[in-house]
């Protein structure tokens, strides 16, 4: 084995089974117990242990990588899926801005996002919630997601939540393997295949945008959507975070996010926030929109408005 298979190997090595060595920053006990659901967890292939980091992987790496992924699909589900290498647009910033006037929470927004990621069936996982809010206030602190019933309810509105593709996200501040990251679309992506899953970023996100993969999703193989993306809707392994994407894989080759063409009542507006003539860039420049939580500085690319 040459010198630099060696240091790739130790890399590999030290990234899964040499983690705990964080303590001595993070803290040993709190950190352990972050790691604990990975102990006994599901074994890891030697490929996927020398994998390198997402970012430092070169086109033939990539292609190899994703070949790998076709094929543990095909064996573990059945399915013939294409998993692609989706890259950000030069001069393009996605944002996204719901017209709280008009969700009336039919959750079609849920549905839609649970299929189109390829999301564990049994816990009708989505990277969606749709809060129940009682009219005057933006707290989401006082929104439920338990609501029954006919829809719109009186003297209700509802405020559906996912990531929000923040612009000082601090759940990229704390992963400690550099997992996570803002691209230059403003999406902040997740590489399942180096995340540790320590869960610092589902508790650093103050929009509980994330989730963690508790067991091997169960997806039946005629269920599966089979156009995938290595950092968006590729089905994901047991014990990592996931979280909203935009679509990429839709919205990087020019269409829109599964959730906004699923909604019946035409709430949801996304586009490139730097064309002068988007749809979205009017939204912002007219309208009076709000951002969740302002008050913590995360600079959210994720809007709210009213029409009146």
Known sequence: MSENSTAETKSGLSRRRLVKGL????GVTAFGAALSPLFGG?????DELMQRHYKELSPEDKKKVLERLQAEAKKSYGADV??????????????????????????NCVEACHRENNHDRASKESYIRVLEMPKGTMDMEKGSTTYTGTVPAKDKFYLPVQCQQCDEPPCVDVCPVQATWKEQDGIVVVDYNWCI?????????????????????????????KKQSYLSNRIRPQGVV???????????????????EACPTGARVFGNILAPKSNIRWI????????????????????YFFDK
């Not at 998993?83 to 709280?100: C, E, M, Q, S, W």
């Not at 610092?200 to 091997?216: D, E, I, L, S, V």
Request: charged share 25%; with cysteine.
């Open 23 to 26: 303590g001595a920053t993070l």
């Open 42 to 46: 599901p074994k890891v292939s030697a």
């Open 82 to 107: 294409e998993i692609g290498d989706h890259r950000p647009t030069p001069n393009t910033k996605f944002v996204y801005a719901i017209n709280l006037s008009i969700c009336n929470g039919n959750g």
């Open 197 to 225: 899953g320590c869960r610092y970023c589902m508790a650093a996100c103050p929009y509980h945008a994330r989730r963690f993969n508790w067991q091997k999703p169960d997806v039946p193989t005629l269920e599966i959507n």
């Open 242 to 260: 996931e979280k909203c994407h935009f679509c990429l894989h839709r919205t990087r080759e020019g269409r829109l996010p599964a959730c906004l």
């Open 284 to 303: 912002l420049e007219n309208k009076r929109v709000y951002v969740l939580k302002e008050e913590l500085g995360t600079k959210p690319s994720f809007f």
